[in-house]
């Protein structure tokens, strides 16, 4: 079992940044790869960043390339989204999620067992 805590949203103009955390518990955090997902309301969730067990590997959305960076601190179970250049439509509950099985590096929702609750970003414009 993977317990799963994220932090950080709010509310911000567009330009500003901010960043979300994402607390894990239960399973060696150090040996899964952890992913950042986001659900505006009215769409489906999608994938925003992604990054593997020893954190040399991560892959973004296009839509957040250049803007956002994904990071994690195994020593404190932590994952971090840094985001920045924050747009309107960046507005979404953003969720963190653990992939506790597959062993790569996925934008795939189906390949993340556990989820976090959620935290709220709103952008204004």
């Known amino acids: 079992q993977v317990q799963l805590a994220e932090s950080g949203g709010g509310l911000v103009q567009a330009g500003d940044s901010l960043r979300l955390s994402c607390a894990a518990s239960?399973?060696?955090?150090?040996?899964?790869?952890m992913g950042w997902f986001r659900q505006a309301p009215g769409k489906e969730r999608e994938f925003v960043a992604v990054i593997n067990w020893s954190g040399s590997i991560t892959d973004y959305a296009d839509s957040v390339k250049g803007r956002f960076t994904i990071s994690r601190d195994n020593t404190k179970n932590l994952v971090y989204l840094q985001m920045n250049s924050l747009k309107p439509e960046d507005t979404a509950v953003y969720y963190c999620a653990a992939d506790t099985d597959s062993g790569f590096v996925t934008s795939s929702l189906r390949s993340y067992d556990y989820w976090g609750q959620g935290t709220q970003v709103t952008v204004s414009s």
């Open positions: 239960g399973r060696t955090f150090s040996r899964y790869s």
